[in-house]
């Protein structure tokens, strides 16, 4: 942490890239994270999907509870879900790999060395970046195989590892307000927790397929609708009534930040989803669909 805040005050570039040596990036890694924070100059942080070397899935982005425990999102299931592969707000991103705004850096001070040695100082510096208007952000398309606990173990009780419990009173004690303010209790409401969707409309949109916006004019019709949506700062889950996923509309859509929800298993299972988390839409929007309507959710 201390040689990161030392070597960062010669770095002269835009940005700074925190990347650990336990990792392995993939094609295209950087690129990705490089395109989402220019897009945005709201956007302070950008961080990876990490996967373990086993391809199961290590973390879509950060959750952080009241208590100030912290939840890897998605650990150890099947990185390819769609809840997975949206681009999205976040409450932090492990330090394995995260691009920062330099200028943001400096304004913060970089990591806080209270938490030296280790642990904590990236969910404290995710948590900094808020307090001076900026965004946390996870890119899906980002991908980078972790080595995790290869130089400080896994167990609590040994070595640096014990540093995570150490360090989680000292982060209470900082930013106790905000945790009590906006943050739920242990493994509640995740369905809020994962994206930072608390204070945000939620509107569930239920389609034909997804909108093959230069084909045809309900398909250009739906895409401005979701492009309006957003720009309100909603959060949109869609369900295509075929649950494929298109090229390239899909992946467009999940960059807009639209959690798009497809694949065999909600094809199956698609009800589980749809009455689970019925309760946090505030508008449902149907749109061209039959078999959905008429013979499901009609009964």
Same mark, same amino acid.
């Given at each position: 942490? !201390? ?36 897009? /945005? ?12 070397? /086993? ?11 009241? /208590? ?8 150890? /299931? ?67 195989? +972790?080595?995790?606990?290869?130089? +400080? ?9 014990? @540093?995570? =419990? ?14 009590? !303010? ?29 909108? @093959? ?5 309900? %398909? ?6 979701? !492009?309006?949506?957003? =720009?309100?700062?909603?959060?949109? %889950? @869609? ?6 996923? +298109? ?25 589980? &989803? &749809? ?5 946090? &839409?505030? &508008? ?10 008429? !013979?499901?959710?009609?009964?």
């Amino acid at each position: 942490m !201390k040689n990161c805040n030392k070597c960062v005050k010669f770095a002269s570039g835009k940005y700074i890239l925190l990347l650990n040596n336990d990792t392995q990036v993939q094609p295209n890694w950087l690129d990705y994270l490089l395109d989402t924070i220019k897009s /945005d100059e709201t956007i302070g942080l950008v961080g990876s999907k990490l996967v373990y070397p /086993d391809g199961k899935l290590q973390e879509a982005g950060g959750i952080i509870w009241k /208590d100030g425990t912290g939840w890897n999102f998605g650990k150890e /299931d099947d990185p390819e879900k769609p809840e997975y592969n949206y681009v999205k707000e976040t409450d932090y991103i492990s330090g394995a790999c995260i691009l920062i705004r330099k200028d943001t850096w400096d304004k913060i001070g970089g990591f806080d060395e209270r938490f030296t040695p280790a642990y904590y100082e990236d969910t404290d510096l995710a948590f900094n970046i808020r307090k001076y208007g900026y965004k946390v952000m996870y890119q899906p398309k980002s991908i980078v195989v +972790h080595f995790e606990g290869i130089s +400080h173990g896994k167990d609590l009780n040994a070595s640096f590892k014990r @540093f995570q =419990e150490i360090n989680r009173p000292k982060f209470v004690e900082k930013w106790r307000n905000l945790l009590e !303010k906006d943050h739920f209790e242990n493994g509640e409401k995740v369905f809020l927790a994962r994206d930072r969707t608390r204070y945000k409309e939620h509107i569930l949109i239920i389609d034909h397929y997804v909108p @093959f916006f230069d084909k045809d004019a309900g %398909s250009k019709a739906m895409f401005l609708i979701l !492009k309006a949506l957003k =720009e309100l700062n909603t959060h949109i %889950s @869609f369900i295509g009534d075929d649950f494929n996923i +298109h090229e390239p509309y899909t992946p467009t859509l999940q960059q807009m930040g639209i959690e798009v929800v497809y694949g065999e298993w909600y094809m199956k299972d698609w009800k589980n &989803f &749809f009455f689970s988390y019925l309760k946090y &839409f505030d &508008f449902i929007i149907l749109s061209r669909n039959w078999y959905l309507v008429n !013979k499901e959710i009609g009964n």
